[in-house]
């Protein structure tokens, strides 16, 4: 039988286990000291003010919103070409998303030039996604944005370590939100954070991730106070601390992880350059500000995507997925949202196949993926 090689891959080190264990064993499983450590090493990383972690980028994106004071009648241009919850944190905060088209098939981000078009009065909030951990024009957009007096919100889930002229991505908005959900670059199964420079954006995230209240269960533990009062209607956004030690952990690895997935990138693109029929977003030279996050390919006929797929899985057990329908085309959102339309993303979303990416994958894994694009294509 043909070993599977899965799209996406998780592997949990003996580090990161004692992290864990140690700290189930101190007793201490909410959010606390590790998480409050996390939140220290992840700011430097990026080189912003503050760090807040929650419970995943949904949330970290919801409080990002809020903060911005995106509400009822305020509209949030969002790219369409993205997971559904960059749009869907904008109807929780009570706005309406507008969805922008990307710039096209060799950047999969959202376009400026778009974006600037579908401002209104109502526009609050400008919402860009760092697709497979590519940039998006975020130095254009924050301009953009202070121009019209907007907020630029990032999503950064697919982009921890992404670089735009030497500025870490997350940075460059109001806010930037973070996953670190189970098949992400930086994972724990579960999480998130939101980062800013902005100390009131990082006061209304820290007390809205719980309840509103003015004190949290570990400062009261640590006797810094014994009371509270609530301040704002919050929510239980919160990261518990063996997912905390679990970041801290596989943070060390981060880099060298992030180093493998662009090595494995640089062979995928060399060794199918000279392929038929299809063909790869973004140039070589993007690898090096890329956290590497997902390897998008596309076929040249969007009716042939689903037989590449079915071969690649059937005969050559290669696992594939695609990044993504389109929020705009979901029956949720065309319902609520009609109108939109959006050809470079409609376009794109028919004809990906994401094949393998992950940073352990083998030189065997990679081998056998590539020789099945070639038997598949020819
Ligand atoms: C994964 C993802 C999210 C949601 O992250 P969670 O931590 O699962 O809430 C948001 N936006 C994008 C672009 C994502 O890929």
Redesign the pocket.
């Known amino acids: 039988m043909t070993p599977q090689v899965p799209f996406s891959d998780v592997r949990v080190e003996p580090d990161d286990l004692d992290a864990v264990a140690a700290t189930l064993r101190s007793g201490w499983l909410t959010m606390g000291p590790r998480a409050m450590e996390f939140e220290r090493v992840f700011a430097d990383y990026l080189g912003c003010r503050h760090a807040v972690v929650v419970s ?3 949330t970290a994106l919801h409080l990002a919103y809020i903060a911005c004071g995106v509400g009822p009648g305020d509209e949030v241009i969002v790219p369409s070409y ?2 559904v ?2 749009a869907s944190a904008v109807v929780h905060a009570g706005g309406t998303p507008v969805f922008a088209d990307i710039v096209g098939v060799d950047d999969l981000g959202i376009d400026p030039e778009h974006v600037e078009r579908l401002i209104t009065p109502r526009t609050r909030a400008v919402a860009a ?1 760092h697709f497979g951990g590519y940039p998006a024009a975020v130095d254009v957009l924050a301009e953009l944005c202070d121009r019209h007096g907007l907020a630029l919100i990032e ?1 950064v ?2 982009a921890p370590g992404a670089t735009l002229g030497g500025r870490k991505a997350g940075t460059f908005g109001r806010a930037g939100a973070f ?1 670190f ?1 189970s098949n ?1 670059v930086l994972l724990a199964g579960e999480g ?1 954070l939101l980062a800013t420079d902005d100390d009131e954006v990082a006061a209304v995230a820290r007390s809205l991730r719980s309840h509103g209240m003015t004190s949290g269960t570990w400062e009261r533990h640590i006797a810094r106070t014994d009371t509270y009062d609530v301040t704002g209607l919050g929510f239980n956004y919160r990261l518990d601390e063996p997912r905390a030690a679990l970041l801290l952990s596989r943070f060390r690895r981060l880099g060298d992880e992030i180093e493998r997935r662009r090595g494995r990138v640089r062979e995928y693109r060399r060794r199918l350059a000279g392929v038929s029929q299809i063909s790869f977003p973004y140039r070589d030279e993007d690898l090096a500000n890329s956290s590497a996050y997902v390897m998008p390919m596309l076929v040249d006929r969007a009716e042939d995507r689903d037989d590449v797929r079915r071969a690649l899985s059937e005969r050559h057990g290669v696992q594939t997925s695609i990044f993504y329908p389109p929020v705009h085309r979901f029956s949720a959102y065309r319902a609520r949202f009609p109108g939109a339309s959006l050809p470079r993303t409609e376009d794109v979303a028919r004809r990906e196949i994401t094949i393998p990416l992950y940073s352990h994958m083998t030189d065997d894994e990679q081998d056998q993926v590539i020789a099945a694009i070639h038997e598949v294509m020819t």
Do not use: E, L, P, Q
């Open positions: 995943s980028c949904t993205t997971f919850a960059t996604v999503d889930a697919h996953s959900f992400k998130g």
